[in-house]
């Protein structure tokens, strides 16, 4: 059974750029959340989307956005990018609608602003 | 504010030794307790979960302790082993709230041959 998997591995962009990751869930899993592993802050939650819908958002400005398409693969938006996005950006699915609350990460996607 | 606290920071043992990672929550409302083992480059790979209704969760080397009335659970890797040489984070959630995670700050583990 294939795992998370996230496009692109890398990603380098110019302050100011907008910037677009993608995440394929586990198949069967409905829910995809996406955390921040920035160096010094540790893993933060970013979102959570779940049948299609926006669920959760955690303390994030509002130019961190994002959606989850029919196949419940989701992308991740960053508009307007300052230095301080610079991170490993990691996408989890579960089933949480099933009641199974593991969460899955893929193996990230590293973005750089210069 | 910090919900989920982790300790220690670093930690290093001898091969065949016993590693042991703490963590202690605030919200009285998590009842999701996973932890994640990351390797450099790589995303975190859950290791073990454990709910508030048992103390403890036994998976092969690795053991979850709960102590519910401490707001305390730990981890314990036993017979540790230079492949186990790794960061071990702890995470805390809602499950009712769609359980997005809380995690501890992370423990740098080094085993030592």
């Known amino acids: 059974e294939a795992g998370v998997t996230q496009s692109p591995t890398h990603l380098i962009k110019t302050r100011g750029q907008q910037a677009t990751l993608r995440c394929s869930p586990i198949?069967?899993?409905?829910?995809v959340y996406w955390y921040q592993q920035a160096l010094g802050l540790g893993l933060q939650f970013l979102l959570w989307?779940?049948?299609?819908?926006?669920?959760n958002r955690g303390n994030f400005p509002p130019r961190f956005s994002g959606r989850q398409f029919p196949n419940y693969s989701s992308e991740l938006n960053v508009n307007a990018l300052e230095l301080e996005d610079s991170a490993l950006y990691l996408c989890?699915?579960?089933?949480?609608?099933?009641?199974?609350?593991?969460?899955?990460f893929g193996p990230g996607t590293r973005l750089t602003v210069t | 504010q910090q919900q989920v606290k982790q300790s220690p920071q670093s930690l290093i043992v001898q091969k065949g030794g016993i590693s042991i990672i703490n963590c202690a929550y605030e919200?009285?409302?998590?009842?999701?307790f996973p932890w994640y083992q990351q390797f450099p480059g790589k995303g975190p790979a859950l290791l073990i979960a454990i709910r508030p209704d048992v103390s403890e969760k036994k998976e092969g080397r690795f053991t979850i302790s709960f102590n519910k009335s401490a707001k305390q659970f730990s981890l314990h890797i036993m017979d540790s082993q230079p492949g186990d040489s790794a960061t071990y984070f702890c995470?805390?959630?809602?499950?009712?709230?769609?359980?997005?995670?809380?995690f501890g700050e992370g423990t740098q583990l080094t085993v030592n041959p």
């Open positions: 995470a805390a959630s809602k499950v009712y709230d769609g359980s997005r995670l809380t």
């Open positions: 989890a699915s579960s089933s949480w609608r099933r009641s199974s609350y593991e969460q899955y």
């Open positions: 989307y779940d049948e299609g819908e926006e669920r």
């Open positions: 919200n009285t409302a998590f009842d999701y």
């Open positions: 198949s069967g899993h409905t829910s």
